[in-house]
């Protein structure tokens, strides 16, 4: 039986539906509320607002659950190849063989770049961010694929996301060798995602490049545990976007953008500058656990918090264990890592971020991780793109298969003037 619940707002008493989701998450549907009562509801920062139904990924931040279509993400993170992951959040299930590999041939006969994309890196500064130049070169993919943008004709939506995953490592890649003054790599489709992927990233003409295959296992770990996060502010925006009738390279460029600021994906690149930064003080993790509790101090403590997750981030948990896993295997003593262990000790046992339940996210060992590979700090966040590109594409998809499909347009609550007398500009 589906429950109600009552809302008296004045003389109206209204019967509000609850929405019950498959892991018995309730909502109440308030979308009637204005047209009955006149009221909006007011939620800054919508901490308490589902925008959307989905049936893509689950997260419970009290318990430290995540699964993407229903599969852990422990799971996940240990059996699969980035690219089956890409498929099962984009198209539902786990792939079967035949699937897999039509999928990966449709991606890898898209690995290039067309030749007057590559000129677009010559108009870049050498010193341009790279998540700048991702989202530039995304966005300029419509530019280039103008005879399939069309959000409604499923076979353009299929090349557009070959095109994009195939494309996404490749003009990273280039950002980086622009960045460095190399010449770009072309791909390479014998090898897998991840391995391509180095070697766009470290290969040289005039030497041979031996692809490492713990970098290859890291790497592929991490794009997965990036791969969705249900309405992330990045994936919101995509789907924001979206939600106008965007192109998918539109709507994917702007989910970088967002992803860049520093409370997002852009975290992972402030962890290993604040870790650098106390190191360089002697040092002194429990000066710098002062300052975040510092209500006077701006400083946080990054790579600390989540919206969601309020007693552990179970990416961190897979990602530190990893962490641990390749320091010791390529027999590394990262100064940072240490910084990181006892920035993690102190902070929790400290009673500031015991009771506000803040605990290390995603991003807080990924940096160590992505040290260890050879990657350079501006390109974390890059990474995490690459990573969260097929969560993207498979919220693009799913809002546009709703039935219930709108605009995204929420409203406000107006504290601006009343109506004033216009005032000439002679009488200012
Ligand atoms: N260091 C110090 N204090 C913190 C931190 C932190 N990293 N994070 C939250 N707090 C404090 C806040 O000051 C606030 O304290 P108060 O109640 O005394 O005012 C309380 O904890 C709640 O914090 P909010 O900012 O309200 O939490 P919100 O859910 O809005 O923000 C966020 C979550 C943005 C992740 C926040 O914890 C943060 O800024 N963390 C650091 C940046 C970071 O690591 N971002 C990556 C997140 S994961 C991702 O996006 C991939």
Redesign the pocket.
């Known amino acids: 039986m589906s429950q109600s619940a009552k809302l008296n707002c004045g003389d109206v008493e209204l019967e509000v539906p609850v929405i019950e989701g498959t892991e018995d998450e309730k909502a109440l549907d308030i979308s009637q509320l204005r047209r009955e009562t006149g009221l909006i509801t007011l939620d800054e920062?919508y901490?308490n607002t589902g925008s959307t139904r989905s049936s893509i990924t689950f997260l419970n931040g009290e318990k430290g659950i995540l699964r993407y279509r229903g599969y852990a993400i422990e799971d996940l993170a240990r059996n699969c190849d980035f690219v089956e992951v890409c498929y099962l959040l984009i198209y539902g299930d786990l792939p079967s063989h035949e699937q897999l590999d039509e999928f990966r041939s449709a991606i890898h006969s898209h690995t290039m770049l067309h030749e007057d994309m590559r000129m677009f890196y010559n108009g870049f500064p050498r010193d341009a961010h790279p998540m700048a130049m991702l989202s530039s070169v995304v966005s300029a993919m419509s530019t280039f694929y103008q005879d399939a943008l069309d959000p409604a004709d499923p076979e353009h939506v299929e090349i557009c996301i070959h095109r994009l995953i195939a494309k996404l490592p490749t003009i990273a890649a280039y950002s980086y060798k622009k960045s460095i003054g190399q010449p770009f790599i072309y791909p390479e489709n014998d090898l897998t995602y991840c391995e391509n992927f180095l070697r766009m990233m470290f290969a040289v003409p005039c030497e041979p490049y031996e692809i490492d295959p713990d970098f290859v296992t890291a790497l592929n770990m991490l794009l997965i545990v990036h791969a969705d996060?249900e309405q992330?502010?990045s994936t919101s925006t995509v789907r924001m976007v979206g939600s106008s009738n965007a192109n998918l390279f539109a709507s994917i460029a702007a989910g970088v953008c967002a992803l860049w600021g520093?409370?997002?994906?852009g975290?992972n690149e402030?962890?290993v500058n604040m870790l650098t930064q106390i190191m360089d003080d002697d040092g002194d993790v429990e000066k710098y656990v002062a300052m975040?509790?510092d209500?006077e101090n701006g400083f946080?403590?990054?790579?600390?918090?989540?919206?969601v997750y309020k007693n552990f981030d179970p990416r961190a948990t897979i990602i530190k264990a990893a962490c641990d896993r390749l320091l010791e295997k390529m027999n590394i003593d990262d100064p940072l890592f240490h910084i990181a262990q006892q920035l993690e000790e102190v902070a929790l046992r400290d009673e500031y971020f015991v009771s506000?339940r803040?605990y290390p996210?995603?991003?807080f060992y990924s940096g160590v991780i992505y040290r260890a590979i050879g990657i350079p700090v501006p390109m974390f966040t890059v990474l995490f793109a690459m990573g969260r590109l097929p969560g993207w594409i498979a919220h693009w998809k799913e809002m546009h298969s709703s039935e219930n499909k709108r605009i995204c347009r929420p409203r406000q609550v107006y504290t601006g003037e009343n109506i004033r007398d216009f005032i000439p500009l002679s009488d200012r």
């Open positions: 920062g901490v996060h992330n502010c520093p409370l997002h994906g975290a402030a962890v975040a509790k209500k946080r403590l990054m790579g600390f918090g989540h919206r506000r803040l996210n995603v991003d």
